[in-house]
């Protein structure tokens, strides 16, 4: 209940105040007086560390260790300040911010702090850092006032101040260490009045607030640390404004506080996110990207917004991963990161006493688990594996319980030589997945060990006017016979009729399948039997790959070069053979396009993925091994026609819209001309007017009265 209790403290006042908070309520809740504060956690942390995600770790242990030392030894920090190939300045900066400047919000300085800042000062001073980095170092030592009391910490600064201060020290730093003087953000930095900050209406209000935000804290900064002249900030500003210094900050905790509320996070977990922001974006801060960033244009506010975008979208996880990043810490290391040998005693007690405790925990469990299922075999007299009984649609990997190598899988695996003596096996199961789903989905095996038939036309009529009625009838449709393909491959067609209707086989497995007969029947024509099963599923595939071209991507819209399109319209002497290639190109789209996140690249020759036999009618594509060069083949009425002759290598995957509509409207075009051929000998009936035959009518009805 205490931890839960301190989560909820957490959450809503932010890590740091926790231990503020709770020592008020020491004299209610009595238990609280018992525990140990300790802040080196928290300090560790960007809030309070706000240099900590540019600088590795050993180089940040090795500046702290001299820092240490510099009372007894000035001559190692010295030279790793004057060398101006490492990473010192943002190394020695982080390090400083955080021992001497941030540490304020947690107590006072000693005095041997304050000697060691001195000594420090004097080092910096003589050695070859900018100017500009000597001026925040001599800031954040306190050599020197800053300019806003903003930046005046001490234990008694509450939330949001600490934060906005951490995020400011961290802005100027990266705008500071670059030697790109001609960027957008140097230049709001040190001379703000010569760039226009302005938002497109468009942004989203969360991307608006957070870059208003950073803009406040550029100018503030600016004034902060006396990098322009008063003159230039004013104007800037409203007319109205007085007092500078407080304009700027009711401008920073007015933007601080949108954030706030539209975030509905705490202010700690908010400098997190805007810290993650920062180093994200360190590139454009800092003008290393590509483009020349010498204003605010819309295209640096857009690759900003992109950043933000992924920062804000992800922000939990952020968050808890700037918490936990000591979760795959070894103990031994945990132990080491405190000093006092009295805390590493106590937490190494704890330590042994919770991995005894959990230990026996886990070994009861484990226990109870065999002596409960036991019992429950004993009281069934059933063996337990035999009472489990589940769905084909719900397994799932884990109840997988046997396993056999196929010998066609061996082309897919590799000794690996450099261990075992080439006993260790490296398997490409992307392409076992593949080889399997054509084995049972597109029945080769089936093929081999059943007889197939060709689906009649007067079944493709009837799905026809089924898939009218209702969309979904196509997916349904092969989902259920890719089930039906799947069991007649392992369980054969059954003891009855050798060649059934898929209903009554999947009726006769419904203890297998799951599916009520209700929805068997008002999917499958009963003429449809196990033979045409291999026959419907690649049709169905057409059908189905048919409405995804309706309804593919714009990065599959790309017109057809006029050399493609010359070259389809020269393929259109071969029309028997160009016909052939709508079922292939729409089963290609059903399997490969219709899945997001494919491999399939845009910019390869489409007639290259149309090479796999598996997307074509059977005995339609061929391989002419007959020339010393082999081709590829389609054939059509004994006539061997080049793929390459019908879909030239022009055509790319992402010509596959206009492709198919081409084909479609060719094979039309071609219905229509052979149409008049067979209507050629019908006689012409002569067109009745009927206003003239009701006429008549009326005519001789007056000469029978007369």
Known sequence: MLHLFLKIVEH????????????????TITVLQNIRWNTEVVEEMPVFNPLILHVETNALQEYQRHVNDILS???????LLDDTSSSSPIAILCVLTKQFYMKKCFGRLTDDEKRTAEAIGGIVEKSVLKKEVKDIIEL??????????????????????????SVMIHLATIIVMNNQENTAWHKQLFCPSSVKFELSADLPPLIQDVLKLIWYSCLTCSYAFEFADTKSLEKITSESTENLEEYLRESLENSWT????????????MCLLLHEFLFKSKNLFAGKADECKHNFSEQLIHEHAVILEDVMGNRMQIIHEAKTRFAHMAVSSFFCAFHEESQRKVLEKAFNEFSKSWNEIRSTLLNLKEDLNDSGDKATNVDSMLIHSLSIQDVKYEHLINFRLDDDWIDYCQCETRYGLGLKMNFYLDMIEKDMEQDILSGKEISRNHVQNILPEKIKTAIRLQTSRDISTVSQLLTHTGMTLSLLRKKGPGSGSVDISIRDYLHNLKHITGMSSTVIHSLFPSDIKISHAVNLYQWLEELNGDSIIDTLEDEYRIKLQDNAIQCLHMAKQYMDHLEKLD???????????SVTGNTIRHSQPLNEYLANKDLWWQDDLKYDEDKKIERIVVVADGVFKSLEELLSPLIMVENIYYTVQFLTEAIKETKQKEQPFFNMEQPKVEKQNPKKEHGKQV???MKKRL
Not at 73 to 79: C, G, I, N, Q, R
Not at 140 to 165: R, W
Not at 583 to 593: G, I, T, Y
């Open 73 to 79: 030894d000035e001559t190692p920090l010295s030279e």
């Open 699 to 701: 005519i001789r009805k």
């Open 583 to 593: 079922h292939p190109l729409k089963v290609f789209a059903h399997r490969c396009l």
């Open 140 to 165: 954040v030592m306190g050599q020197k006032d800053f300019k806003h009391g903003i930046f005046n910490l001490s234990e008694a600064t509450e939330s949001p101040v600490p934060q906005i201060v």
């Open 258 to 269: 949108c954030l706030h509320d539209l975030l509905e996070i705490n202010y700690f977990d």
């Open 12 to 27: 809503v006042s932010g890590q740091e105040n926790v231990e503020k908070i709770l020592r008020k309520l020491d004299n």
